[in-house]
């Protein structure tokens, strides 16, 4: 009977770390595409310039996105597979 409590704890535990993943992956996407509209705002750059500066920006954050939730899911095995 322990084993199916174990391994249900297991699976809450991945559930909790992918919901964190997931979160943390969009405030930090968020926050860097909103450094690029902040120097789009700031600066002033209009027409073509700064489309592809918020484009660029959005890009960067979707890049950082996909970069926390790699990186946090990969933690999360490797602290799994130590038995942590």
Do not use: H, N, Q, Y
């Amino acid at each position: 009977m322990d084993m199916g409590r174990e391994a249900r704890w297991e699976k809450d535990a991945m559930t909790v770390e992918i919901a964190f993943a997931l979160v943390t992956a969009a405030v930090l996407a968020a926050a860097v595409f909103a450094v690029a509209l902040g120097l789009t705002l700031v600066l002033g750059i209009s027409g073509p310039a700064g489309k592809r500066t918020l484009t660029g920006g959005a890009l960067l954050g979707a890049a950082a996105g996909l970069w926390r939730v790699v990186w946090v899911l990969r933690r999360f095995d490797a602290r799994r597979r130590r038995g942590r």
